[in-house]
C-alpha cells in the first residue's frame, strides 16, 4: 500500500503561480512512477505530468513550458511548480504512484482555482 497526501492548492490570478506537494508513505520503495493529474468540473480526469525513478519528464502539451515536476527520491515527494496559470488551469489535482507491480495510487486530490 501506497498513501498519498497533497497540499499547495489555492486560488490564484492569471499569470499568477503555485507549487503543489505530494508525500508519499508505506511501501515507497514500490513507486516507479509519480505523477500529477487533473479533473475539471465535468470533464475526465487527465494526466498533466509524471516523472520516473531515474528523473524521465512527461507532460500534458498545454502545460510544456509552464509547469515543472520534480521528485526527490529521498524524501518520497513529488512536487508541480505551476507558472503563468490560466483559468483554464482549474481544476482539482491528484497526485499519483505507480508501483513496479503494476499498482495505482491517488492522493484525496486538492482544488486550483485561476481566477481575477
Known amino acids: 500500500q501506497v498513501h498519498l497526501v497533497e497540499s499547495g492548492g489555492g486560488l490564484v490570478q492569471p499569470g499568477g503561480s503555485l507549487r503543489l506537494s505530494c508525500a508519499a508513505s508505506?511501501?515507497?520503495?514500490?513507486?516507479?512512477?509519480m505523477g500529477w493529474y487533473r479533473q475539471a468540473p465535468g470533464k475526465q480526469r487527465v494526466l498533466v505530468a509524471r516523472?520516473?525513478?531515474?528523473?524521465?519528464?512527461n507532460y500534458v502539451d498545454s502545460v510544456k513550458g509552464r509547469f515543472t515536476i520534480s521528485r526527490d527520491n529521498a524524501k518520497s515527494t513529488v512536487s508541480l511548480q505551476m507558472n503563468s496559470l490560466n483559468p483554464e488551469d482549474t481544476a482539482v489535482y491528484y497526485c499519483?504512484?505507480?508501483?513496479?507491480?503494476?499498482?495505482?495510487?491517488w492522493g484525496q486530490g486538492t482544488q486550483v482555482t485561476v481566477s481575477s
Open positions: 499519483n504512484a505507480w508501483t513496479t507491480g503494476g499498482m495505482q495510487y
Open positions: 516523472i520516473s525513478t531515474g528523473g524521465s519528464t
Open positions: 508505506g511501501n515507497i520503495f514500490s513507486i516507479n512512477y
